[in-house]
């Protein structure tokens, strides 16, 4: 451990099965990281508490991710990997944090504005608060880097503010200032061609999904909509199905593109193949995920594991925090 570069923290709200956007965007680059840093994976249960309705399935989506997390290459002997409101001590952190929060500053965000917008009737107190215990996840485990998309940058400048604001009135340096780190992907299209890939919009694609259910996804993607005739030329540039053959057919992208643009090759058999392609790059994903999802207690055990080693570290940092804002201990 002392020979890696530092500590990374990154977190996600359980949303149950992962597709194709959150494995490009994110898992990818979590399970890379692993090679230079410490990481520390959450999945943000308490934070998903903020805009559910429904709670049934809360216990089911936490399992379904961690297993994607597993088969995807996160290593949970080295990688600490664990569901949020197993460390309790970061409600007490939240807390704490809170009272060095202008609330101004939390109504003010782009994020919150457009959560009201979304569910106007349940702006709740802990949505407020979402990026408040954000910043308690980060710091809790002092962690240097948080890999996040753009969505979150201001979060991220957010909970480098609270961290200066605390530092500086407790006089201490009980918390450690994060960086971001961009992930760099470019935002992944969904099948309907226009917005990011999302379960919520049913414009995804499992990674868990079978071979067959893949075909059939792909079989809907939207593509130029100015192609309308088989015998039109394409515009790739404009395609979304292209844009995956980037990632899925690196080998064969250049014919791709060049029979596309003359029409030699139709949107069906270009999708048939990203399809094709898909399937073969997931097929050892699968299998793993296959084997690890016989055992659900397997999955249980390595959450409950990682969940004791984030609370050691969190105890540390907690003790800190505590004396500095002077609570008697
Ligand atoms: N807010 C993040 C999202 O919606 C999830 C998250 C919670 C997170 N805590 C975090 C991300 C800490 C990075 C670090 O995607």
């Given at each position: ?30 399970v890379a990281l692993q090679a230079d840093y410490e990481c520390v994976y959450c999945i943000v249960d308490l934070h998903a508490l903020t805009t559910l309705d429904e709670f049934e ?173 088989r015998s039109d030329p394409g515009r790739p540039e404009v395609c979304n199905v292209f844009t995956l053959h980037k990632t899925f057919s690196p080998n064969q992208v250049g014919q ?74």
């Open positions: 451990m002392t020979t890696k570069k530092g500590r990374v923290f990154s977190g996600a709200r359980p949303t149950g099965r992962q597709h194709l956007g959150n494995y490009l965007g994110a898992i990818k680059n979590y399935n809360l216990r089911q989506n936490s399992a379904e991710m961690a297993l994607d997390w597993l088969a995807a290459g996160i290593r949970p002997d080295e990688t600490i990997m664990f569901v949020q409101s197993h460390v309790p001590q970061v409600t007490e952190l939240h807390t704490i944090l809170s009272m060095f929060t202008p609330l101004g500053k939390l109504t003010d965000l782009p994020t919150f504005k457009e959560k009201v917008a979304q569910h106007p009737h349940n702006v709740n107190y802990g949505l407020v608060g979402y990026p408040v215990l954000m910043t308690a996840d980060i710091t809790l485990y002092r962690a240097g880097i948080v890999p996040v998309g753009v969505d979150q940058a201001s979060h991220l400048e957010f909970a480098r503010e609270i961290v200066r604001t605390f530092n500086f009135r407790t006089k201490s340096q009980a918390l450690v200032e994060p960086q971001m780190k961009n992930t760099e992907y470019p935002k992944v299209i969904g099948t309907d061609g226009v917005a990011k890939m999302s379960k919520s919009l049913n414009n995804d694609i499992e990674l868990a999904a079978t071979p067959d259910e893949t075909q059939k996804k792909v079989m809907t993607m939207v593509t130029d909509p100015q192609r309308a005739r791709i593109e060049v029979d596309c643009r003359s029409a030699a090759i139709g949107c069906v058999d270009c999708k048939k193949l990203l399809a094709k392609n898909i399937n073969l790059d997931l097929e050892p994903f699968r299998a793993r995920r296959a084997e690890l999802a016989q055992d659900e207690d397997t999955v249980w055990d390595i959450l409950h594991d990682g969940a004791a080693r984030a609370r050691q570290l969190a105890d540390v940092t907690l003790n800190d925090v505590k004396a500095a804002v002077g609570l008697p201990q």
